[in-house]
């Protein structure tokens, strides 16, 4: 059974970090690009961030360029997701989702194209 699993989430004070983390079981999903997205109270899953199977491409939503960073270890079937000068915008839960489409250069930011889809994390930045 293929599991995503999103961890790292927290409350944090503006101006902060935090680091996620997300790890698949059950298949390897280095052939894949891996997408980040979150959704805020009464608001739309919007898209965060990708990067594509071998880490080479990434992809980030304007309004995290510059302050997000995705990475991806697929030794260990985990995509991360470092989030810096956190806003109180940022508040979200935070998923990890899967591309099912082996072997895309370019990441994409189409939340339909994504397949698995892990539970989320929850993040929260005061002011």
């Known amino acids: 059974q293929v599991q995503l699993a999103e961890s790292g989430g927290g409350l944090v004070q503006a101006g902060g970090s935090l680091r996620l983390s997300c790890a698949a079981s059950?298949?390897?999903?280095?052939?894949?690009?891996m997408g980040w997205f979150r959704q805020a109270p009464g608001k739309e899953r919007e898209f965060v961030a990708a990067?594509?199977?071998?880490?080479?491409?990434?992809y980030y939503a304007d309004s995290v360029k510059g302050r997000f960073t995705v990475s991806r270890d697929n030794s260990k079937n985990t995509v991360y997701l470092q989030m810096n000068t956190l806003k109180p915008e940022d508040t979200a839960t935070y998923y990890c989702?899967?591309?099912?489409?082996?072997?895309?250069?370019?990441?994409?930011?189409?939340?339909?194209?994504?397949?698995?889809w892990g539970q989320g994390t929850q993040v929260t930045v005061s002011s």
């Open positions: 059950g298949r390897t999903f280095s052939s894949n690009t």
């Open positions: 990067i594509n199977w071998s880490g080479g491409r990434t």
């Open positions: 989702a899967v591309d099912p489409r082996p072997w895309a250069v370019v990441p994409t930011n189409e939340l339909a194209r994504y397949d698995y």
